[in-house]
């Protein structure tokens, strides 16, 4: 009969020569600090009621949760710019901006269909 011959190298099981840094104790460590701390800083500016205006806490809020996606990223799943050839982080920007064309146009929508449909509850006007 006829002789086959498989090479294991080329599936998709095939063991890639990257040798990624996949983190040591002390980056781990140091990821979990930076997450407790940035975690902790948010839970007492709401708490104790540092910030007055409610928009301006939500703001700092968003900071420290967009810093703290960033220390998850870097200390806990090992991205940056030369993983994977620089195809993960392609991915994440890729990621970022359907989020914000989804997120920004649906905000659009709903403030235009609201003052669209309520015409008279915007203006005082009497029913």
């Given at each position: 009969?006829?002789?086959h ?11 890639h020569?990257?040798?990624a ?39 700092v ?9 960033v ?5 806990f799943l ?10 993960s ?39």
């Amino acid at each position: 009969m006829s002789e086959h011959h498989h090479n294991a190298g080329h599936g998709h099981d095939a063991h890639h020569d990257d040798h990624a840094d996949h983190g040591s104790l002390k980056s781990y460590l140091i990821g979990f600090l930076l997450s407790v701390i940035l975690t902790a800083i948010p839970f007492w500016l709401v708490m104790d009621n540092v910030i007055a205006r409610p928009q301006v806490a939500a703001m700092v809020l968003l900071v420290f949760a967009a810093i703290q996606i960033v220390v998850h990223m870097i200390y806990f799943l090992h991205m940056n710019t030369r993983s994977e050839g620089g195809w993960s982080m392609l991915a994440l920007i890729f990621t970022v901006v359907l989020v914000v064309i989804v997120l920004s146009g649906s905000i659009w929508v709903m403030y235009h269909l609201n003052h669209n449909m309520m015409p008279g509850m915007n203006h005082g006007a009497p029913m």
